[in-house]
């Protein structure tokens, strides 16, 4: 039977900045993070913590703790080791990290007990008095310190090294021949400051090991619910099955909620014991000081060019911090993440990387802050080394890049690291940014400025990163493959639900997985709902990080989605009488090839789906899709910052910041814009603020927000922000992703303004965080010299 | 001790400790989870509520007790009438939130704000909202969202009357 | 992060607060605004036994000019001064002060007399409360008395105000003709301890000379301090480039920080003369006197 129908509401939904759905429960307080969660019977963890930095445990006296009246428990790491729960594997796979501290202690704050009481306070007050005595032991505070061996920190490990492992690729030999022979060069040793995602709902767990079900159940503070419940299971020993995990909604991710840690495996443990919920929620102060940090990379960094500026080789040489343990969540075969990105946007003939990565007594991650593994480091180390060579060469910094940039026709690109660039139009781009931002104004007005000793500057950025990890061949998390997926359903009557693989800790999945389905079906995207979060329901994923959920999940989404449309397609044919061959799906309908009047919409075909299906296939109307990309994606963009320098001071004034961002195809333009706003802010926290700080007798330094500074609506700069469209050309809707270009790209922009400013006085290089002092002392330095 | 505190225009009386924060009495003793706790320096915000309808106040640097005998307006109260308030409507429109954990304390501070300044500008929207972290947004959209609702909130000129 | 457990008094009467301050002694703590005193006991660096909370004593929230004085009282709050006219049109100093205290919402809350008697010793009030010769007005079981500033701030977080004592006031002179000033504050962000801060507040004479001067830096010491090196370097002539560079030499000479992560010895002694020289500066143009520059 055939029929026409005026065509649904709001099909057409991809690129519409369409309101998002999530947004009703929050905006009326209504949002459910973890610590909302209240079980019957419920009790608090609350953790002891080291004062010292190193040191070993002489003993731990529990007992006026427990006569504190509501202390029902006080857990140490002895106690979990009798439960082989002393040491958790860490995401990496190379290493595994202390859940309570046994032996000694390894960095300040490190967990060394846990309380369990009937009340937040009665949990504090405890923890208190848990009396533990020390034996301090020298630390260890940086990796050039540790690569000497002197002090021995992991005496858990076979080999009796700091040393955790090496990694290098490219051609050493090559590249530092061509290095020799270069015209020109900049060698620079530029360091990524130790830093912190802080997002603002700490990490948390609320553990109910269910005597009735027999199963755990854990509400929990993960952007990887999946993953995290394959880890519980094989550290336990507890069937998967009987392990629930519900990630609800969450105060903001920024991979600070990736790793495992001690507050959760002591949690779960304890309510395994005690067979009550469990519950812990960190403080800010442990957030900072024990939870994954990011960055704290020294790298040595040198660029060759002919004297007319044409790059001839990349050399980067590394030393990675990583704490006290190796907890860098990074895919298995990619210890020092994506870092061979770092070529960056340019053509190097030949390159070569290599880093060393070493303990010291410090909080362990590395992974963390928006940071694509590892592509921040690596993108800041090239844009900063381009704008030593464009100095060095004397050539303006945006004629380097466009001399030296991978040119559109070069794509898809094989970088000499190992990489293969999907597409790009990187001239385009910087031109684009160049002509908006008013370059050649901007550079006139600069010569004024300096003939009157004012210090303004101009810094660019033109990064590229690589994002959606990732191809089985070459990507896995403790060895399960960097897939994702989609599961959509659609119901008798023209709506659905769609689960994935990913988590949003608000990205706005709800919103923009729905435009996806809703472009792909023709349904409307509001009636699409959307869930991520809960292991007994979500389909398998590896979650949301490293911008790789709208390279992976989103495809997993489109393909999920075109499963349906082929069976429709065959309902369509059955429906409409006509050969399959016949029924093609254009403006949201199927029709009867040339017979725009003889034509189905997705709703009709769901009805009928479930009322009249087709002889020869089975009722109903879904599909799952588990999709492994073909290739990492490769957004790119060109980021110009304007700064004016108080030389009085070293206040940094940022006058202007234009962000061009190319991420393909974008489903959401307001969306996009939202999570570029977010990340220029913490790029911009980084670049001025920023920093955790271990002083030389390994105390930290950085322990709250008032010495962890996150900026306010004052000090933030007001963002411009455009775009260039260079689809990918291997994802199914051309998407590449973007949440964490901005934090990759604008750092360098920054520093670069800044540095700009500075040219004049002869000064090169200040390492990040660029306080005023150290613009201040940069200032006087010149001065007086 | 015993509290009596008006909330949302509804009065509860509770047994607390003097030492309960104001914003765990809310949360925990009352079940409004919509004012959250982000840190320990009184630094972030998110944990903003109105009191006697006058103050923005910072619930995790207050007592409960300190609360008795007054009135609290938190993120649950904005609605009235099941109308969303305007801020609400605005945040919203604007893309004001992303993870939503600093909103409610975001609204609470701006309805505030307004009152105290129904047409401010932008320079005035950043420097009022400046005890309020976000890690999200960027504030830019919270600021156009605050100027929507300035914009809303202005009362509408008289009809001319008719002579 | 949760306080230790302490009893807690809400008295409705000044006297009964008193009589609770002198019952309890040192084991007891006043709560005003508690934006200081609270963080501190949820991180439990402070302690008190016992807390008397003054906010049922509303008579005490008063901003009001009388017989040639600014009176502030007690429980008036931060934010009162940034939306008084009044403040903005006669007193600038105490205008430009309220406006950086803290943030936006901790002022609202916050107290002006509460802040001057925790003495950080980066604190905002006691640097301003220097520059104008302020007084403070204390009471206790044996009567009330008036304390100058400089005789209050006595140390870091340590003020004149004795066991069983309260500080009900402080007093700013209202300003004479020609009388203007100025508040300085560096701040990595909004609602950090300053890394530096200076106030000026200067009266001109009818030939142009500098009649009455105070000049006092923060954040450069256990406690706010008079500048006394750079008001002699002022008084009595003609305001000059010369004098304003002397002024701030001398502040850098007096200046004491300590080290932190918002910078070095060095740094904040130099940024002590930065500020007294903008905040002179600030001062003298709302005179009407430019050119120093």
């Given at each position: 039977m055939s029929t026409t129908t005026d065509s649904t509401p709001q099909t057409h939904s991809m690129g519409h900045s369409m309101k998002r759905k999530e947004d009703p429960r929050f905006i009326r307080g209504h949002g459910k993070y973890l610590d909302d969660f209240t079980l019957p019977g419920m009790v608090w963890m609350s953790l002891v913590h080291s004062p010292y930095p190193h040191a070993r445990i002489v003993k731990i006296d529990k007992t006026a703790a427990l006569a504190v009246p509501g202390?029902?428990?006080?857990?140490?790491?002895?106690?979990?080791?009798?439960?082989?729960?002393?040491?958790?594997?860490?995401?990496?796979?190379?290493?595994?990290?202390?859940?309570?501290?046994?032996?000694?202690?390894?960095?300040?704050?490190?967990?060394?007990?846990?309380?369990?009481?009937?009340?937040?306070?009665?949990?504090?007050?405890?923890?208190?008095?848990?009396?533990?005595?020390?034996?301090?032991?020298?630390?260890?505070?940086?990796?050039?310190?540790?690569?000497?061996d002197k002090i021995i920190l992991r005496d858990d490990r076979e080999n009796k090294t700091n040393h955790i492992y090496h990694w290098e690729v490219g051609k050493r030999e090559e590249t530092d021949a061509a290095l020799a022979a270069s015209d020109v060069t900049i060698k620079e040793r530029i360091v990524f400051q130790r830093c912190h995602p802080a997002p603002l709902e700490p990490c948390g767990i609320l553990a109910d090991m269910s005597p009735n079900t027999g199963r755990l159940t854990l509400y929990l503070t993960s952007q990887a619910p999946h993953a995290h419940r394959t880890v519980v299971s094989l550290v336990t020993g507890i069937p998967e099955d009987k392990i629930h995990i519900i990630s609800p909604d969450i105060g903001g991710g920024f991979g600070n909620k990736v790793p495992v840690y001690p507050g959760y495996v002591v949690s779960a443990a304890a309510s395994v014991v005690l067979g009550v919920p469990v519950k812990w929620v960190e403080t800010r102060t442990e957030n900072l000081t024990t939870t994954g940090f990011a960055r704290d990379y020294h790298m040595d960094v040198e660029i060759g060019a002919s004297k007319d500026g044409r790059v001839t080789a990349l050399k980067v040489a590394t030393a990675a911090d990583h704490g006290a343990f190796d907890a860098a969540a990074d895919p298995t075969k990619y210890p020092a993440g994506l870092f061979?990105?770092?070529?960056?946007?340019?053509?190097?003939?030949?390159?070569?990387?290599?880093?060393?990565?070493?303990?010291?007594?410090?909080?362990?991650?590395?992974?963390?802050?928006?940071?694509?593994?590892?592509?921040?480091?690596?993108?800041?180390?090239?844009?900063r080394g381009m704008e030593l060579l464009a100095r060095k060469l004397n050539m303006d910094p945006s004629e380097l890049r466009l001399k030296n940039f991978v040119r559109k026709d070069q794509f898809p690109?094989?970088?000499?690291?190992?990489?293969?660039?999907?597409?790009?139009?990187?001239?385009?781009?910087?031109?684009?940014?160049?002509?908006?931002?008013?370059?050649?104004?901007?550079?006139?007005?600069?010569?004024?400025?300096?003939?009157?000793?004012?210090?303004?500057?101009?810094?660019?950025?033109?990064?590229?990163?690589?994002?959606?990890?990732?191809?089985?061949?070459?990507?896995?998390?403790?060895?399960?493959?960097?897939?994702?997926?989609?599961?959509?359903?659609?119901?008798?009557?023209?709506?659905?639900?769609?689960?994935?693989?990913?988590?949003?800790?608000?990205?706005?999945?709800?919103?923009?997985?729905?435009?996806?389905?809703?472009?792909?079906?023709?349904?409307?995207?509001?009636?699409?709902?959307v869930e991520e979060g809960d292991t007994d329901t979500a389909?398998?994923?590896?979650?949301?990080?490293?911008?790789?959920?709208?390279?992976?999940?989103?495809?997993?989404?489109?393909?999920?989605?075109?499963?349906?449309?082929?069976?429709?397609?065959?309902?369509?044919?059955?429906?409409?009488?006509?050969?399959?061959?016949?029924?093609?799906?254009?403006?949201?309908?199927?029709?009867?090839?040339?017979?725009?009047?003889?034509?189905?919409?997705?709703?009709?075909?769901?009805?009928?789906?479930?009322?009249?299906?087709?002889?020869?296939?089975?009722?109903?109307?879904?599909?799952?899709?588990?999709y492994d990309p073909p290739n990492l994606t490769f957004p790119y963009g060109a980021y110009i910052a304007v700064v004016d320098v108080d030389r009085e001071t070293g206040a940094v004034k940022v006058r202007r910041f234009l962000a061009i961002d190319d991420c393909g195809t974008v489903i959401n333009p307001m969306i996009v814009e939202g999570q570029i706003h977010g990340g220029l802010t913490e790029g911009f926290a980084i670049a001025f603020m920023q920093e955790i700080a271990y002083d030389e007798q390994g105390n930290n330094l950085n322990t709250n927000f008032t010495d962890y500074l996150v900026p306010t609506s004052l000090e933030t700069p007001h963002w411009e922000t455009s775009s260039t469209y260079t689809p990918s050309p291997h994802h199914p809707i051309g998407a590449k992703g973007v949440g964490e270009s901005p934090n990759v790209g604008s750092p360098a922009a920054f520093v670069n303004a800044v540095m700009d400013a500075l040219s004049p006085l002869g000064v090169t290089h200040i390492d990040m965080p660029l306080t005023r002092e150290k613009v201040w002392r940069a200032c006087r330095q010149a001065t007086t010299a | 001790m015993k509290v009596s505190v008006t909330v949302n225009g509804t009065k509860y009386e509770r047994e607390v400790e003097p030492r309960t924060l104001l914003a765990y009495f809310l949360r925990e003793a009352l079940g409004l989870t919509g004012t959250h706790v982000g840190c320990d320096t009184s630094s972030c915000g998110v944990c903003v509520v109105v009191l006697d309808g006058e103050r923005a106040v910072k619930s995790c640097t207050m007592l409960a007790v300190m609360a008795d005998g007054h009135q609290i307006t938190t993120v649950e109260g904005l609605v009235q009438g099941g109308a969303l308030h305007p801020l609400q409507q605005a945040f919203w429109d604007q893309h004001g939130l992303q993870c939503g954990f600093c909103t409610p304390g975001m609204l609470m501070t701006s309805s505030i704000l307004l009152k105290q300044n129904p047409n401010p500008s932008e320079a005035e929207i950043r420097e009022g909202?400046?005890?309020?972290?976000?890690?999200?947004?960027?504030?830019q959209n919270i600021v156009k969202a605050v100027q929507q609702a300035a914009g809303a909130m202005q009362p509408q000129p008289a009809e001319p009357v008719a002579s | 992060m949760f306080p230790a457990p302490f009893d807690y008094h809400r008295p409705d009467t000044l006297d009964e607060a008193l009589s609770l301050l002198g019952q309890y002694g040192g084991d007891a703590r006043v709560l005003a605004g508690g934006q200081s005193l609270i963080p501190a006991m949820r991180f439990r660096l402070a302690r008190p036994a016992v807390l008397v909370d003054i906010n049922a004593l509303g008579d005490l929230a008063y901003l009001r000019e009388t017989d040639g004085v600014l009176a502030i009282g007690a429980l008036a709050r931060d934010a009162a001064l940034e939306s008084s006219s009044l403040i903005e049109s006669s007193y600038p100093l105490l205008f430009d002060t309220g406006a950086v205290i803290a943030d936006p919402v901790v002022r609202q809350t916050g107290t002006v007399v509460g802040s001057l008697c925790h003495n950080d010793p980066s604190g905002d009030w006691g640097v301003t409360a220097l520059a104008c010769r302020a007084q403070i007005v204390v009471r206790g079981k044996g009567g009330t008395r008036t304390v100058p500033i400089d005789d209050f701030l006595v140390d870091s977080f340590t003020t004149a105000v004795g066991q069983g004592e309260m500080a009900i006031e402080v007093r700013f002179p209202s300003p004479k003709p020609r009388t203007s000033g100025a508040y300085q504050k560096i701040e990595r962000k909004v609602g950090d301890f300053a890394t530096s801060c200076a106030a000026a507040q200067v009266t001109l004479g009818d030939d142009g000379t500098?009649?009455?001067?105070?000049?006092?830096?923060?954040?450069?010491?256990?406690?706010?301090?008079?500048?006394?090196?750079?008001?002699?370097?002022?008084?009595?002539?003609?305001?000059?480039?010369?004098?304003?560079?002397?002024?701030?030499?001398?502040?850098?000479?007096?200046?004491?920080?300590?080290?932190?992560?918002?910078?070095?010895?060095?740094?904040?002694?130099?940024?002590?003369?930065?500020?007294v020289s903008r905040a002179l500066l600030a001062a003298f143009e709302r005179l009407g006197v430019g050119g120093l520059k």
């Open positions: 202390v029902i428990a006080v857990l140490t790491g002895e106690d979990l080791a009798a439960h082989n729960l002393a040491w958790v594997p860490t995401f990496h796979g190379y290493d595994k990290q202390m859940v309570l501290a046994v032996g000694k202690v390894l960095y300040q704050y490190q967990e060394v007990a846990g309380v369990i009481a009937t009340s937040r306070e009665i949990a504090q007050d405890a923890a208190e008095l848990v009396d533990v005595e020390y034996e301090p032991l020298d630390p260890v505070t940086n990796p050039f310190q540790s690569r000497e061979g990105i770092v070529t960056g946007s340019y053509d190097f003939p030949t390159a070569f990387t290599e880093l060393d990565a070493y303990f010291t007594n410090k909080a362990p991650g590395g992974v963390a802050y928006r940071c694509s593994f590892r592509v921040t480091e690596a993108s800041f180390a090239i844009e690109y094989p970088s000499p690291l190992g990489f293969v660039y999907d597409s790009g139009d990187y001239h385009l781009t910087l031109r684009k940014a160049l002509d908006l931002i008013g370059y050649d104004d901007l550079r006139k007005e600069q010569a004024e400025k300096r003939k009157r000793g004012e210090l303004m500057g101009i810094g660019i950025s033109t990064f590229t990163e690589a994002v959606g990890a990732g191809p089985s061949k070459h990507f896995d998390i403790m060895g399960i493959k960097m897939f994702d997926s989609a599961e959509i359903r659609v119901h008798p009557t023209g709506s659905a639900i769609l689960r994935a693989g990913t988590k949003s800790q608000g990205q706005g999945h709800e919103t923009t997985w729905a435009q996806i389905a809703a472009e792909e079906l023709g349904l409307d995207p509001q009636n699409i709902m389909p398998y994923g590896l979650g949301t990080y490293a911008s790789r959920s709208t390279p992976v999940a989103g495809a997993a989404i489109a393909m999920a989605s075109r499963k349906i449309r082929e069976k429709a397609r065959k309902i369509a044919a059955h429906l409409l009488e006509a050969p399959l061959d016949d029924v093609e799906w254009t403006n949201y309908k199927f029709q009867v090839k040339g017979q725009p009047d003889n034509a189905l919409t997705m709703q009709q075909i769901a009805f009928a789906a479930y009322t009249n299906p087709a002889p020869d296939s089975e009722p109903g109307l879904e599909a799952t899709f588990y | 909202l400046s005890g309020n972290l976000c890690r999200c947004t960027g504030y | 500098v009649a009455e001067i105070g000049i006092a830096i923060g954040a450069a010491g256990p406690t706010a301090v008079r500048v006394a090196g750079a008001e002699s370097a002022l008084r009595g002539s003609k305001p000059s480039k010369d004098a304003i560079r002397a002024a701030a030499d001398a502040a850098r000479a007096l200046a004491d920080p300590v080290a932190d992560t918002r910078g070095s010895v060095e740094f904040k002694k130099d940024m002590a003369g930065v500020l």
